[in-house]
């Protein structure tokens, strides 16, 4: 069988790569993904088994320092298999920012917990500790070693810190109320990996996290996710419920209800060669961070993302937040103005508490979150961008051309 190389890569069809569109973030496959897949064909070890997802969880394992690391089909099947394994239980409550992709929250109501919604900081937009420490306080009491939310009534158990867009959560605070309540922690770091929270990789500090390697995260296996633990019992039972909880391979014994929620090996083998170019990737990354904050800086009315003095953010998005009153114009008519220039943005995410299917969970000083949802405006950040200037120069020109005069008048 004769084996050829692709030509032009085939991007999702929203990311057209071929007409001078610029992309929000697209994979760079520039490693031995061709060689590690074509291996799984030539060897038909294409499916749920296969030499390539172990040594994609040891890898990963490895890199972050922790103990074990289960495959999982994708970053939400993560998330909904580390709370099962966390035992958080129906009708319990996890706290969740206000502010982020939806699938943790619906992996909470997967289980049938329910989520809290609080809110994100000013400077880092991340899960405000202070916030949570408040909602603690002043929201629950502590009966029978349990916190009790006194306005539902059910008991708190876990918090859900999202590390959003790149950026670490401030986790020491997280933790200790975690500690002094018994909470358990559980890392969405889906964004973040390669990301390090005063000199630790983010994903070993709680008790349990959840990454992604969905086709724009920092590395893809086109669909997939890994669940990362230091708990030896949960990294079993994630593998189990992964494996459709089975008991008894031959005779079909199934002892709890299980899910079919494991990498195939293609998808691993994809993932291993991805691994091997994470530090390039962060590094091209932090570049794009770099280069946009140095051109962006004097723009009236645009805020700038801040990198935290005890992180190291992998600026997955870079994103920057309009204010209308000070810019030209709203986020959402800069947007069209850069696809007038073919040059994709997007808002950051609506906030999750007033999302029809969520309007009934409870949600705790909301302010930060819905400023960050009105003016935040992600751009160009695919690793690639990094290679040569030029393209983030033409969307720098659109931003810095719709925006106020700096000799006094407005543009347009
Ligand atoms: C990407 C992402 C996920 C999960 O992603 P999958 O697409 O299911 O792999 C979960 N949480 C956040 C915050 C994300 O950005």
Same mark, same amino acid.
Request: with cysteine.
């Given at each position: ?8 890569? *085939? &991007? ?5 790569? =071929? /007409? ?36 994609? !969880?040891?890898?990963? #394992? ?8 289960? #495959? ?9 298999? $580390? ?42 937009? *991340? +899960? ?10 002043? !929201? ?31 986790? /020491? ?35 349990? $996290?959840? &990454? ?19 708990? !030896?019992?949960? $990294? ?27 990498? =195939?090996?293609? @998808? $691993?083998?994809?993932?291993? #060669?991805? +691994? ?7 590094? #091209? ?9 140095? @051109? ?20 997955? +998005? ?21 696809? !007038?220039?073919?040059? @994709? ?56 051309? @719709? ?10």
């Amino acid at each position: 069988m004769s084996f050829t190389n692709p030509t032009p890569m *085939q &991007f999702e069809p929203e990311h057209p790569s =071929t /007409d001078g569109t610029i992309p929000l973030c697209v994979p760079s496959i520039n490693g031995n993904e061709w060689r590690y897949i074509k291996e799984c064909l030539d060897t038909n070890w294409v499916s749920s088994a296969g030499g390539f997802v172990d040594r994609f !969880e040891l890898a990963i #394992a490895n890199y972050l320092g922790a103990k074990h690391a289960v #495959a999982t089909s994708n970053g939400t099947a993560a998330l909904h298999l $580390a709370l099962l394994a966390s035992n958080i239980q129906p009708d319990e409550e996890v706290i969740v920012p206000a502010l982020t992709f939806v699938a943790p929250a619906n992996a909470v109501r997967y289980i049938g917990a329910w989520p809290v919604f609080i809110d994100v900081d000013p400077d880092y937009w *991340q +899960l405000d500790p202070t916030k949570v420490k408040d909602f603690v306080r002043n !929201e629950c009491r502590w009966q029978r070693d349990a916190l009790v939310n006194k306005q539902s009534g059910r008991r708190v158990r876990g918090i859900l810190p999202v590390h959003l867009l790149g950026h670490p959560v401030d986790l /020491d605070p997280i933790m200790e109320i975690a500690r002094d309540f018994d909470l358990t922690v559980i890392e969405d770091a889906t964004e973040s990996l390669g990301a390090t929270y005063k000199g630790q990789p983010l994903g070993v500090i709680g008790d349990i $996290a959840c &990454f992604s390697f969905n086709g724009n995260k920092i590395i893809t296996t086109g669909g997939g996710g890994m669940v990362v633990t230091n708990n !030896e019992d949960w $990294a079993r039972k994630v593998k189990y419920l992964s494996t459709q909880a089975k008991d008894d391979p031959i005779e079909y014994v199934h002892n709890e209800i299980g899910y079919n929620y494991r990498m =195939t090996n293609i @998808q $691993a083998a994809m993932g291993c #060669a991805q +691994l091997e170019q994470l530090e390039q990737k962060i590094t #091209a990354k932090r570049f794009i961070g770099e280069f946009y904050h140095d @051109q962006l800086k004097s723009v009236g009315g645009i805020e700038l993302p801040r990198e935290a003095e005890w992180a190291k953010s992998i600026y997955w +998005l870079y994103t920057i937040l309009i204010d209308h009153d000070n810019y030209n114009m709203d986020s959402r008519t800069l947007m069209e103005l850069l696809l !007038e220039d073919k040059i @994709q943005s997007r808002p950051l995410w609506h906030t999750i508490h007033d999302l029809p299917s969520y309007r009934r969970c409870q949600s705790y000083h909301v302010e930060v979150a819905s400023r960050l949802h009105r003016n935040g405006l992600s751009l160009p950040s695919s690793v690639d961008l990094a290679k040569n200037t030029s393209d983030l120069e033409r969307v720098i020109n659109v931003i810095r051309n @719709q925006g106020p005069n700096p000799h006094g008048g407005v543009n347009r």
